[in-house]
DNA sequence: CAATGTGAAACAGTTCACAGCA
DNA sequence: TGCTGTGAACTGTTTCACATTG
């Protein structure tokens, strides 16, 4: 009933296990063997304070006086972000962002192997992009089943993008990150993240002009 | 001395902002004149309350009873984030996702006119690319003075992202947002802001997983 | 004794509830 | 009367300070 092995994990800190994950990867293809919150910190880009609150929700897994062995640390973060196995995606849109995103090949080496590109664009449908032949849109859900995709990316324009979130869905996917501009509604049950890159530079633009106003 | 016409406006509704002003237009061009705060809400995905302490912030522009006059709100959201006239970006990096992010037109239409690209790869040096002739690495400094860019994007492997960072610094760019997994530092007086794609699929998998672990 | 783990304090952001105004 | 504007309560997050321990 209800077993919890790791019983609650703030957003914030979801949101930095993956930042400390890649930070630890690197010191481990380093040689390194065991670090600091101080360090963890640096390499991180946040505070050894805020390392360490972190990494104590996930258990006592430092040593006093020593620090945490790096490798251990890996699979603890792995396992707490359910990076232990690949998880398989499936982008929607083969446009210049979805190929984009198809040819970057961190994907794959982090954990997340892109195994279906669709589309529903003629010209495209049936092209080769980084090693995938793009399917029609209407095969989506067959293409999700057949490669056991669990995680969906929307890179079509804005017009589209809430029919999509809706087939994505149909598909039998809950996990699903936007790139498309404006609003998408998804149930509860299903987890929808966005990249706004029109909100990204406005909030710049709004630092910029903040900075032009103290000079 | 210190003539500040917007005195203090949290980074959450900075984030906010852009979304409003997204929804407003988007009613605008369907000829709504006025907005309550509920219909703002449901535009842009957040609750109404938000809206109205967002707005409150900027000033008394709603009437009681009616509310917000759509187009004079556009204006006083663009007057805060520093978007009322256009702001040239400069993209250092010419590979998938910078042809993907100089061709994606939505950049030039909401204000950010994509004015420079510039790569160290010789075979992409002098391609067009969106219009723009991809000028070698070494010209950054040349092509952000000539196009008076402010604003820089960084979609590099990680591994040249802090020198690319360095350089933007050093043509006089301010505002950066970067693609490039991975840390970079800049001085208090530069805002960056990154896109981290591998944190986004982390956060979506550990959401995954506990809706499997809640089965 | 160096570095972790963690309560307590401070801060930021959201939600609630309702007074006040067109 | 309907919808804004906002103090007050609440929730989440960060920072601080320090006791704890390998």
């Not at 973060?77 to 970057?104: E, F, H, Q, T």
């Not at 809706?166 to 699903?176: C, E, F, R, T, V």
Request: hydrophobic share 45%; charged share 20%.
């Amino acid at each position: 009933m209800d077993e919890v092995s790791t019983p609650l994990v703030p957003e914030a800190t979801v949101a930095r296990l993956p930042v400390y994950l890649r930070g630890l990867v690197d010191l481990a293809s380093d040689g390194v063997e065991t670090v600091s919150s101080e360090q963890l910190a640096a390499v991180a880009g946040v505070n050894a304070e805020n390392v360490r609150k972190d990494l104590s929700i996930l258990g006592s897994y430092g040593k006093r006086g020593v620090g945490y062995e790096v490798d251990f640390l890996i699979e603890q973060i792995k396992r707490v972000l359910g990076a232990g196995d690949p998880v398989s995606v499936v982008i929607v849109g083969a446009g210049n962002l979805g190929r984009a995103l198809a040819y970057y090949g961190g994907f794959a080496s982090g954990g997340f192997p892109i195994k279906g590109l669709v589309d529903s664009s003629p010209e495209i449908i049936g092209q080769e992009v980084a090693g995938i032949t793009v399917e029609p849109f209407e095969e989506l859900k067959d293409v999700v089943q057949k490669n056991s995709c669990t995680l969906g990316i929307i890179a079509t324009p804005a017009a589209a993008a809430q029919s999509v979130a809706d087939q994505l869905i149909n598909a039998g996917i809950y996990s699903i990150l936007n790139f498309a501009p404006g609003l998408v509604t998804v149930p509860e049950s299903v987890t929808l993240r966005k990249v706004d890159l029109a909100t990204e530079l406005h909030i710049l633009a709004f630092h910029e002009q903040q900075r032009e106003r103290n000079e």
